[in-house]
Structure formats: C-alpha cells, structure tokens
C-alpha cells in the first residue's frame, strides 16, 4: 500500500502470497491495541511474531507517528504513553510529537 512499485503489482492468486492472521482489513490503531497474549495467539509461527511484542508496538508507532492526523490516531498514541517499555514510550513520544501533540 505504501510503496510506489505496488502500483504495478498484481494480487497474486497463490495461497502462498494471501494476506494471513487477519491482517488484510484492519486498522494500526486496533493492531496498536493488541496486548502481548493477543500478538502472541495471531503471530504464532509466523515471521512477524520473531520480533516480539515490544519491536512490533515500536513499528506501530512509529507508523503512527507518519500517520495523516485524527483523533483515533491520538488517542491509540497517548493510550501507550505509560507503556511499560522505554523503548515503545520513547517512539510514542515522537509519534506524539510528530502528530503535533
């Protein structure tokens, strides 16, 4: 969605290729929700759940940050500002920021 070759990409019709763990229509505000049980339930044996909950919320955040404005933006944000992590609360403060907040 965000990179300017995908205009000329094709859906491929491989199941290899198909979006999985439900993660084709959904929005980073609900993903930024997801508590580390949940991240660990969707991401079991996949590529993603390798990185962890505290990198994944980190990447969230700061695609948040890059994000146009809205108040659901904000508030996904400013949920996460005490998170337990220093490393998600100091991207949050840049998304924050960023957000003009």
Not at 22 to 35: A, I, K, P, R, S
Not at 40 to 59: C, D, K, M, P, T
Not at 64 to 70: F, I, T
């Amino acid at each position: 969605m965000v990179c300017p070759w995908n205009r000329f990409a094709h859906k491929s019709l491989e199941p290899d290729f198909a979006a999985r763990h439900g993660l084709d229509d959904v929005v980073l505000t609900e993903l930024f929700g997801w508590d580390e049980e949940t991240f660990n339930q969707r991401f079991a044996g996949s590529a993603v759940y390798r990185i962890g909950h505290e990198q994944w919320l980190r990447n969230i955040a700061v695609a948040l940050g890059n994000a146009p404005h809205s108040i659901e933006v904000l508030a996904a944000l400013q949920a996460r500002a005490q998170d337990a992590s220093p490393l998600v609360r100091e991207h949050v403060a840049w998304a924050l920021e960023r957000q003009g907040s």
